[in-house]
């Protein structure tokens, strides 16, 4: 342990605290910027100065506390530093918050209040920076507002392991670019999203599809139609002040419905469909010496990750599109036929914690027969700021239910949002298909959870099934290498592009705390607990689907509306 | 009176680099026999005693320095010279690279012992190719004479040189930037600690050395700490080589003891100023140094004198300025300087760079306000207490001191004051 002395307090912490966090013992928040809880200290925001003993200033977050240290926090020479550091970002920083996607949950606004900077005290406010990127459909680079922290390019390389950031060129010219200054559809980027996540200020946002759900719901030609990602109802509170894992599935129906959206739809629903198909999928494989293990095609990012980084495993993904996608294929279709309304006519969105979503929807091979499957995307962010901008009381507004005839959802598809979800789902239904007797115990507690990678092993007929689950596309990879070696023997593998699974997506809510993804995931858990129907082939509503129009599950019909093919991602 | 020495730049004029048995007859290589021969603990002494503080600019003692990297214990260890010398009005290095390439060398490998290192790398700067081939040159032949390579003189040192170039940025003078550069990345600074004594190149403990320091340590070793701490004062021991530029009228490198005043660097090496005209300001240790007025020259060029008046000796860098030359478009062209050069990485050189540029241009044109003087004052001050590393903490040295001594030149340029 060691001793130091913080603002005339005698403070006790490890060997090896920064001053930083030897500082929150006593209460004290230095403020920071560049500096982030799960990421490498980096130190060049400057921000974080505190005085030593010998009227120096060093950086708090990346000094370690030594005995008998004497610092001092909030000297005048500091505050005034610090003032003048945050000054200089401000002189270059497009000081737009009205219009920012930001504005009120802003790392740098928050800062400027602590620091009561009125104006900017440099006179002009001409800001140097690179050309706005925003060619491609999901995610906006706005480096008016970058403020150089390095958080982007750190969880692109470190956690995602998709790399295509970096600290480019010399002094004023200095930015986090792709490399050979590309824009970011022609690199590598797989859409996820984590960018955005630890981005501080507005410089990074999704791109918003808002205006044209808008111009479609005020279209009265069109018949408008949305569907709610699993783990949407148990995050999207947050912006509205309440706590993590709180399930506003009732209060997001009708705030939708008020929105003017003619039908609201649960993508758990298609998420069971996805289980049937892929359930049967894997049963083939097995049966048949087909490719395994078969590894989950539900995540975009990963999708994206594995046709750039893995097209030599192309073969191991399962067929089957995703939930988003399954209900836009049967909302294009079977839809369309039951009300007697002409596919061109129908527009669907879905709301999804996914960035990389946008570009699932816009893939050509997703459609039915010529039409999209679906429309539009919202982020989990976007429907936030889509309820407010109408004036809604999400808090207090009553609940509705999802409607007939895609509303009813098992539990297995509920959590489809958390990491092992899928696992999971699968796991209830395969396991019944093949044994053909009930699931005693319907939860698989090995496959839940934040850790790396999971792995569970389930008999089966007296057969040992191995499965893994896997997050986040650092801990793909691990997988993926194990698979090229030859050492893999799962079966069945689920691995989704975001750490935690979606409810840790690049399109939900900013976490607040490290707990908050355990709560949406817990939340995910308990929805699936209260439900009637646990499995997804228990659902009354697939069961009637494919009685009255798909047929047999992975059969023709199946494959031309539910199914899809990969391609290696050519730069 | 001309009182600069030949004891650093003895060799100077005495022979081309094909020539290395001109060098060993005049004694070349005796530094590092006598290294060899009587130990690191003799080396450590000698060096102590004869006063040698790191001739880069951070003036560190070399033999406190040396010491203490014995202690750093790792498989492998390297030690550097950097040959990078970016900073503006500095060119004493290309002097001793170019005329006595092989006492360089000699001082490195008398480094590499010391510190226990198999290996060492000269980084030179880009800007310097004409002189790569010519160090190479030496390294061969110093290795085909028995004085580089394995078990050197037969005392069982193995010791080779390697040279690597930059690529033109003044930020890879800075140590750990520099190994960056090596390292095949982009020359970025940093963070400290661990210093690169500890980590260094490829993570393994690196010791740094300035040309001039490893030209000294040579020499200190071939003539006795005692005979060289016979030149300069009581507190700066020894010689200083300098490059004096400027207004004056023979500009040059020149080896000269501690303890002559600047009057008499200037007047009597440097010949006064051309045309005779007046002196306005002097800048010492290069564009990161202070600028000095000319009540000052009477002060005697050592470390003491200078720092006890808010001066430095820095890298050895003279420059003078006569009385035609304006205050104000030097420093634009300072901040366009350090504008350039800046990595970009922190923000208060960064952005303290950008706005510097634009607030001294408008002093240039007559533009500026009160506001924006102030603006300035604020910026480098943030500038040089909150920066990453030395160049953005040295950026707004000539700024600062100009605002000390020149502040009515400066008010000059500011519009409303015109009116008065």
Redesign the interface.
């Known amino acids: 342990m060691v001793n130091l002395i913080i603002d005339n307090k005698e403070v006790q912490v490890p060997k090896g605290t920064t001053i930083i966090e030897a500082a929150k013992k006593i209460h004290i928040k230095i403020p920071s910027l560049c500096h982030h809880p799960d990421q490498t ?1 980096k ?5 974080c ?1 505190v005085e030593n003993e010998w009227g120096k ?1 060093v ?1 708090s977050c ?1 000094t ?1 506390v030594s005995e008998g240290m004497k610092i001092k926090t909030n000297t005048k ?1 500091v505050r005034d ?1 610090q003032k ?2 945050l000054e ?2 401000l ?2 920083h497009n000081q737009d918050c009205l219009k920012c996607d930001r504005n009120g949950n802003c790392e740098l606004q928050n800062l400027c209040e602590r620091f009561n900077i009125s104006n900017n ?4 406010n001409i800001v ?1 920076a690179h050309e706005i990127d925003d060619f491609n459909c999901s995610i906006v680079r706005d480096y008016s507002k970058c ?2 922290c390095g958080r982007c390019a750190d969880v692109c390389r470190e956690v995602q392991n998709v790399d295509v950031l970096a ?1 480019t ?6 930015e986090f670019i792709p490399r050979f200054d590309r824009k970011l559809h022609e690199t590598e980027c797989v859409f996820c999203g984590q960018c955005i996540k630890v981005c501080p200020v507005g410089a990074i946002y999704e791109k918003s599809s808002i205006d044209q759900v808008l111009t479609a719901i005020d279209d009265e030609a069109l018949h408008v139609i949305v569907q709610i990602a699993p783990a949407v109802r148990v995050s999207v509170g947050e912006l509205f002040n309440l706590e993590p894992g709180s399930i506003t599935e009732g209060q997001i129906v009708s705030s939708l419905k008020r929105i003017g959206f003619e039908r609201v739809f649960d993508t758990n629903f298609s998420a069971d469909l996805t289980i049937i198909e892929e359930g049967y999928e894997l049963i083939g494989r097995i049966t048949n010496g087909g490719k395994l293990p078969m590894i989950t095609s539900c995540s975009p990012g990963w999708i994206n990750y594995v046709e750039g980084h893995g097209e030599d495993l192309l073969g191991h993904l399962s067929t089957c599109k995703s939930p988003q996608q399954m209900f836009g294929a049967i909302s294009k279709t079977y839809y369309a036929e039951k009300l007697g309304i002409h596919p061109s006519k129908i527009f669907t969105v879905s709301i999804m914690p996914c960035t990389a979503k946008k570009f699932e929807a816009n893939r050509k091979e997703m459609n039915s027969y010529g039409f999209p499957d679906v429309d539009a995307v919202l982020t989990t962010r976007e429907l936030g700021r889509l309820i407010k901008s109408q004036g809604i009381d999400f808090a207090n507004v009553e609940e509705e239910s999802f409607d007939a005839p895609f509303g009813i959802a098992s539990g297995a598809g509920a959590i489809f949002g958390a990491s092992g979800g899928v696992m999971e789902a699968a796991l209830r239904s395969v396991y019944e298909i093949l044994t053909k007797e009930e699931l005693e115990k319907l939860e698989f507690k090995e496959v839940r959870g934040m850790q790396g990678i999971k792995e569970a092993t389930v008999n089966i007929n007296g057969n040992d099934v191995k499965v893994a689950v896997a997050h986040g596309l650092g801990n793909a990879k691990i997988i993926m290498e194990e698979i090229r070696a030859g050492k893999s023997d799962y079966t069945f593998v689920e691995i989704m592009g975001c750490i935690g699974g979606c409810i840790g997506g690049g399109g939900q809510p900013i976490e607040k705390t490290k707990e908050t993804k355990q709560k949406r995931m817990d939340a995910l858990y308990s929805i699936d607990s209260n439900k009637e129907h646990r499995s997804s082939h228990k659902n009354p509503t697939i069961i009637k689907l494919y009685e009255e129009f798909l047929g047999e599950p992975n059969g023709h019909k199946a494959h031309v509306l539910l199914h899809t093919t990969y391609k290696a991602r050519k730069l | 009176m001309n009182r600069t020495q030949r004891v650093i730049t003895e060799n100077f004029n005495t022979y081309k680099v094909e020539e290395i048995d001109k060098y060993i007859q005049n004694g070349g290589f005796q530094g590092l026999k006598n290294a060899l021969e009587k130990g690191k603990d003799f080396i450590i002494d000698e060096l102590n005693t004869s006063g040698l503080r790191g001739r880069g600019g951070a003036a560190y003692p070399t033999g406190k320095k040396w010491n203490g990297g014995r202690k750093n214990h790792a498989d492998v260890k390297y030690v550097l010279c950097n040959a990078d010398e970016g900073e503006p009005a500095t060119f004493k290095d290309r002097e001793l690279l170019a005329r006595d390439p092989y006492k360089v060398l000699e001082g490195l490998a008398i480094s590499g012992y010391t510190f226990g290192a198999k290996e060492g790398f000269i980084y030179i700067r880009e800007e310097y190719e004409f002189l790569h081939s010519k160090i190479r040159k030496a390294i061969k032949l110093a290795e085909e004479n028995g004085y580089l390579g394995k078990n050197i003189l037969g005392t069982g040192f193995d010791f080779t040189i390697k040279v690597f170039s930059g690529a033109g940025a003044y930020v890879c003078g800075e140590g750990s930037a520099l190994i960056e550069s090596m390292e095949g990345k982009a020359g970025r600074p940093r963070m400290k600690p661990p210093r690169i004594g500890v980590v260094g190149y490829m993570g393994k403990p690196t010791q740094s050395n300035n040309v001039e320091t490893l030209a000294i340590v040579a020499t200190v070793l071939k003539m006795g700490a005692s005979n060289y701490a016979k030149y300069g004062t009581e507190k700066s021991i020894g010689t200083k080589m300098i490059s004096l530029c400027g207004n004056v009228k023979k500009p040059g490198t020149y080896e000269i003891p501690f303890g002559m005043s600047l009057r008499e660097i200037i007047y009597d090496i440097g010949g006064g100023i051309v045309g005779d005209k007046d002196i306005k300001f002097l800048q010492l240790g290069g564009v990161s140094g202070p600028l000095m007025p000319k009540q000052y020259i009477d002060t005697r060029y050592t470390y003491e004198d200078l720092e006890g008046k808010g001066f430095g000796i820095g890298s050895g860098a003279i420059l003078v300025a006569d009385e035609t030359k304006s205050v104000i478009k030097f420093l634009e062209s300072v901040s366009y300087f350090f504008f350039h050069e800046s990595c970009g990485k922190c923000t208060p050189c960064r952005e303290g760079k950008r706005q510097m540029k634009k607030l001294l241009n408008k002093m240039s044109q007559g533009t500026a306000t009160t506001k924006d003087l102030k603006n300035i004052e604020k910026i480098s001050r943030i500038m040089t207490d909150a920066s990453f590393c030395g160049l953005g903490q040295t950026a707004a040295t000539a700024m600062l001191t100009a605002i000390k001594y020149f502040s009515p030149e400066l008010c000059s340029s500011i519009d409303e004051m015109k009116a008065l």
């Open positions: 200290v130190g060049n925001c400057r921000i100065l200033l950086a990346s370690k020479f530093t003048g550091v200089l970002i002189a270059n005290s440099l006179d002009e140097e403020i150089k600290a060129n010399r002094g004023a010219e200095y």
